[in-house]
């Protein structure tokens, strides 16, 4: 009964003369997850868009955080979804399952994203939220900007790629498998971790980070500005001490994999032009 | 000081150098004997140099420096309360320094300096301490003493954990094993540098109450007739062990147990007699403290175990045999 309460209303909002949604595309989109967020926010109309997570409009890690201004924000816990008598609810791959088992259990339309950690998956989950949505075409152009930066990035990678490492605290680091390593292949580095056969999270304790010295040290932590024990260990006089250049990424860009992932790899790819230039080999 | 206080202390003072060697010679990386001692006479900007000076020097040093104040502040503890079982971290004061520390950590430190650490932590485990004496008061029975401190540590580990829950980063929340369990992982020379005289004032005060704590095992009435004065001795140990222990868990996070093995294993050699003990325990824990920072090392294939549940593993065990022994002396 609700839902054909909200098929009635975009049924009569597009009969209204309003913009070519399709009638079977939803109005009332709860997305509960950042990543999801990112998609709900490029790709749907305002008008779509019930609510978002919470963090959507955390500029350290929402790429959208400006479109989500003036939204209504949300928990994630189902008693508010509810509340929004939403007619899609995307969810992500750490949203709560007790929530999303209760939505469905409910009869509510809940589609989980996956974590996008390779360019294909970026490609392939936005061609489905814009689908799901009804905005196929902006899904399009949003994959279209997206490989022209990742071709131009790709364009002059020489044969032999300088290594780079990307250090997370406590001496995690990021190899096979993972986003990271998704970025920094696209823009032309030789991942370190990947070399070493490390899977998507790997261990490499500051010591092997100093024996191995890299050309570049990728400091995960990016901008945050908020103290933690995380943030200091970037303090720590060994990084600083060894040879390599070291290159903050904001950490919006290892919290999910969107076409804006391509403006990392731009980033990243600028860094490896830096270091060429420097030392030709 | 005996032959005998003497062959002890060269005994420790063996045991802390080669445990130290030791320390230098043990990570990830194997590097030989001949470049870790090249790295520490003649530094360049080799990685083994670096190694070496940034990353297992702070360690060690820091491990000799935690380990000595915990031992101290844990045999001047068990002195004054005349009660084997008291412990920096048995009553609360190591996890009311972390919550101090913590709180300063988090919310704190934008507008000042890392040297604020040690004074937050300090005034934790004064808080704590003070705390202590009122709730159990000073001839607290041994469980009394233990019900008291197991209130102040809980207490002060929930405060910790809500206080990082509400911390504004979102990498704080993984933190909270670090104040609660403690760890010497990835620590500098500016850690060490920032604890080092707060912890030299805490061990002068405590290693001045020697001959005061071997008269009050005479008696209180005893100790009064020899001359000395319960208050000033109970004064200075508060302070003492709040120096020692408020700047160790700045650094390191709170490290369970270390004062409770040490005095408890060395007290038999310096013949139970409290103020002899205190010079010995510095020694000891020091000793512990690099040993169980080798073994947290070479256990640790990937993310590093965490200090205090090595010396939990050990001291808890350690604690409970205590406490039976208690029960069938008394029993």
Redesign the interface.
């Known amino acids: 009964m609700r839902r054909g309460a909200a098929v009635l209303l975009s049924v009569l909002a597009a009969s209204c003369g309003g913009q070519a949604l399709a009638a079977a595309a939803p109005s009332r989109v709860v997305s509960i997850h950042l990543c999801a967020d990112q998609l709900v926010l490029a790709l749907a109309e305002r008008g779509q868009i019930a609510s978002v997570s919470w963090l959507a409009t955390d500029v350290r890690r929402s790429h959208m955080a400006k479109a989500a201004a003036g939204l209504r924000l949300n928990n994630g816990s189902a008693e508010e979804i509810v509340a929004l008598r939403p007619d899609l609810v995307l969810a992500g791959f750490r949203s709560g399952r007790a929530t999303v088992g209760a939505l469905r259990k409910l009869g509510y339309r809940v589609v989980d994203l996956e974590f996008a950690d390779n360019f294909d998956v970026v490609r392939r989950q936005t061609r489905k939220v814009a689908g799901l949505l009804g905005r196929a075409a902006r899904g399009e152009a949003l994959i279209a900007e997206m490989d022209s930066r990742l071709a131009r990035a790709a364009a002059d990678v020489p044969a032999l790629r300088p290594v780079a490492a990307i250090y997370q605290p406590m001496g995690f680091t990021s190899g096979r498998g993972s986003l990271e390593h998704a970025l920094m292949t696209a823009a032309g580095f030789e991942n370190l971790a990947a070399q070493r056969g490390m899977g998507a999270l790997g261990h490499l304790p500051l010591e092997s980070l100093v024996m191995a010295k890299p050309a570049v040290l990728i400091n995960w932590m990016g901008n945050d500005p908020a103290p933690s024990l995380a943030r200091s260990f970037y303090d720590h006089p060994a990084l600083s001490a060894g040879p390599w250049r070291t290159l903050a990424l904001p950490n919006m860009y290892w919290a999910c994999g969107a076409w804006y992932s391509a403006l990392a790899v731009e980033q990243l790819a600028g860094m490896r032009r830096r270091l060429t230039a420097e030392r030709p080999k | 000081m005996t032959s005998r206080t003497g062959a002890l202390y060269g005994f420790l003072a063996l045991a802390v150098t080669g445990l130290a060697i030791l320390s230098f010679m043990t ?3 194997a590097l030989s004997a001949g470049s870790v001692w090249s790295a520490l006479v003649a530094p360049d ?1 080799s ?2 140099s ?2 070496v000076r ?2 297992r020097l702070p360690r060690t040093l820091l491990a000799i420096l935690v380990g000595a104040s915990l031992g101290l502040s844990g045999a001047a503890l068990q002195g004054l309360l005349r009660n084997p079982l008291a412990e920096p971290g048995i009553i609360g004061a190591s996890s009311s320094a972390a919550f101090g520390t913590a709180l300063v ?3 704190g ?2 507008g000042s300096s890392l040297a604020v650490l040690p004074a937050a932590g300090m005034t934790g485990a004064m808080l704590a301490v003070g705390l202590l004496f009122a709730l159990a008061g000073r001839d607290a029975t041994p469980l009394s003493l233990i019900l008291a401190g197991v209130a102040i540590s809980s207490f002060a580990s929930a405060l910790t954990a809500l206080a990082i829950n509400l ?6 929340a ?2 909270i094993t ?1 104040w609660l369990l403690g760890s010497l ?2 620590r ?3 850690h060490a540098a920032i604890a080092a005289p707060a912890m030299a004032a805490g061990w002068v005060l405590l290693l001045s109450c020697g001959r005061g704590l071997s008269s009050l095992s005479l008696g209180e009435d005893t100790a009064k007739s020899l001359g000395v004065s319960l208050a000033s001795l109970r004064a200075r140990i508060v302070l003492g062990v709040a120096l020692a222990v408020g700047a160790s868990v700045s650094v390191s996070g709170a490290i369970g147990f270390v004062g409770l093995i040490v005095p408890h294993l060395l007290r038999p050699a310096v013949g139970h007699d409290p103020g002899r003990l205190l010079g010995v325990s510095m020694l000891g824990g020091a000793a512990l403290m690099l040993a169980a920072d080798i073994v947290v090392r070479l256990l640790s ?4 175990i965490r200090l205090g549940v090595v010396t939990a593993l050990i001291g808890a065990p350690f604690f409970l045999a205590l406490l039976l022994q208690m029960r069938r002396r008394s029993g």
């Open positions: 990570g990830p990386s900007a990685p083994s670096i190694i940034e990353i950590f988090y919310f430190l934008a911390a504004s980063s979102a990498y704080a993984l933190e670090f992982a990835d500098t020379m500016a294939s990937g993310i590093e």
